[in-house]
């Protein structure tokens, strides 16, 4: 009898956490954030053992869909342009009918409607919107609000704009 009340029991909380998780999952999710594009907001150090980064561990939320509701400085994930299935996580640098210039030129792109224009924090490894152009914000899927692991940079992010990036109207 023991048995059968202990996976009753077991049966019970794994429907549980699954429908939770299920339910929670349609307003944020946690996500691992891979490569050096984002640095040093993100895995800003190398684990030292393999001589590889560790992957920092985010907070998505899914609030902000509803209406796009985005503003500039804000990292997002989002779904490469190129390949639906691959996530990015990336800075918004402009919004709809914004003007970006380059740091290190004279070109000046204006953002279209229904667009974003996000940039990695570590321009030298990041793959962006200077390499495929204003990203449509239907492919935004959340946006990163805190570091959850590891536990030593647990924390808010903060929203940020690279200085001289956004010309006037």
């Keep these: 009898m023991g048995t059968r009340n202990f996976l009753w029991d077991v049966a019970k909380?794994?429907?549980?956490?699954?429908?939770?998780?299920?339910?929670?999952s349609d307003y944020a999710s946690i996500l691992p954030v891979r490569g050096a594009s984002m640095s040093p907001t993100f895995n800003p150090g190398t684990n030292t053992t393999f001589g590889s980064r560790t992957d920092d561990m985010v907070l998505v939320e899914k609030f902000c869909l509803t209406n796009y509701k985005f503003s500039h400085g804000d990292v997002v994930v989002f779904s490469s342009p190129s390949n639906y299935k691959e996530r990015q996580i990336k800075r918004i640098i402009g919004l709809p009918g914004d003007w970006i210039g380059g740091p290190y030129s004279y070109d000046v792109v204006k953002v279209p409607k229904g667009h974003c224009w996000v940039e990695g924090d570590n321009s030298a490894f990041s793959l962006d919107s200077r390499s495929f152009g204003p990203v449509p914000l239907g492919l935004v899927r959340g946006r990163v609000t805190h570091i959850v692991w590891p536990p030593q940079r647990v924390g808010e992010v903060n929203r940020m704009v690279p200085q001289g990036r956004l010309s006037p109207n």
């Design 13 to 24: 909380k794994s429907f549980t956490f699954g429908l939770i998780t299920f339910t929670i």
